[in-house]
């Protein structure tokens, strides 16, 4: 008898840009593993990429407010809080486009377009993850917690842009930059110039390496009729993801400076404009997995970033 096709993969299947020998895929409960996937644990490089702007805000935070070191508290619910809301917004992301999903390649085999879980469930499992998102964000001053509900609009509108503009990626950095403005708010409970910037900075960031991304699948996002950002620029794609980049290195650079960063805040600078830059370099001609290579590097380009500020709060400036 045959095995299933490629649109009813066994759940156990690793879908194509999940990380090989994952957990999720080797160990967890088999009632489980559909629901993992929905939230994506087995592609941590989503929450990473969530994670970094409320670090790199933590780290300006730090600072301008003379400490030591970034609040570690607020590190670790940020932590918390980019994992399960990741999940829960990519497990709506999937409920909304499970139709166009089963026209694509590489995300058919996702739970929702395969059968392995039906929209209820999948409801209800996004659900419980809001819930536990609102927990970690009730952990917070009230007006972090109000910019952080605000976020939820974008959110909501993302997944329906891939079918109405040429720039989805733009309203994914909306959301997913969101933590570049609660980082400084956390601290301060305000938002300032330094917190525009690095929010600004992590929103140009954000369609660059996604474009990246969405480069796996132009041919089939055309037979689907998915607009992107990969898309939309065409075979100046490798230009457009350079001044994305360019964008947010300057942006980065003056929220830097308007914090009163010093040495080490601009050294790491230097050192994440040259992991971009590296990328840059590696993209042309790029094939489908040199594409998923570069884009999940920005987790390390990110924390070079993010150590900067974290090492110019803890050293004394030079006098």
Not at 171 to 196: E, I, Q, T, Y
Not at 286 to 294: G, K
Request: proline share 7%; glycine share 10%; charged share 15%.
């Amino acid at each position: 008898m045959p095995g299933p096709g490629p649109s009813a993969p066994a759940p156990d299947a690793p879908l194509p840009d999940a990380l090989r020998g994952h957990w999720v895929d080797t160990k967890a409960p088999r009632r489980a593993r559909p629901f993992l996937k929905l939230a994506r644990i087995e592609r941590p490089i989503g929450w990473q990429l969530l994670l970094l702007p409320c670090w790199w805000s933590a780290g300006l935070a730090a600072i301008a407010a003379g400490a030591p070191f970034p609040n570690p508290w607020h590190c670790l619910l940020f932590l918390i809080g980019a994992i399960v809301m990741r999940g829960a917004g990519c497990t709506f992301n999937d409920i909304v486009d499970r139709k166009l999903d089963a026209q694509v390649a590489r995300t058919r085999g996702r739970p929702l377009p395969s059968g392995q879980v039906t929209a209820k469930a999948a409801a209800v499992f996004m659900v419980a993850l809001s819930f536990v998102g609102l927990a970690v964000l009730l952990q917070f001053n009230r007006f972090t917690i109000v910019a952080g509900i605000a976020s939820l609009a974008i959110v909501a509108i993302y997944p329906f842009m891939k079918r109405i503009t040429n720039m989805p990626q733009f309203v994914l950095g909306l959301a997913f930059s969101w933590g570049g403005l609660l980082g400084w708010s956390a601290v301060f409970g305000r938002l300032d110039a330094p917190a525009f910037l690095i929010y600004a900075a992590a929103v140009a960031w954000t369609v660059g390496y996604d474009t990246i991304y969405a480069m796996q699948d132009i041919e089939d996002d055309v037979i689907a009729g998915i607009k992107s950002s990969a898309r939309y620029f065409g075979d100046y794609g490798r230009e457009a993801i350079a001044l994305c980049f360019a964008i947010t290195v300057v942006l980065a650079g003056l929220a830097t400076w308007m914090a009163g960063g010093g040495a080490l805040a601009f050294a790491g600078l230097v050192a994440f404009a040259g992991h971009l830059g590296w990328q840059v370099s590696r993209l042309k001609g790029a094939s489908a997995p040199v594409a998923l290579a570069l884009f999940r590097s920005n987790w390390h380009a990110g924390l070079l970033l993010a150590a900067g500020f974290a090492l110019d709060a803890l050293v004394p400036p030079f006098v």
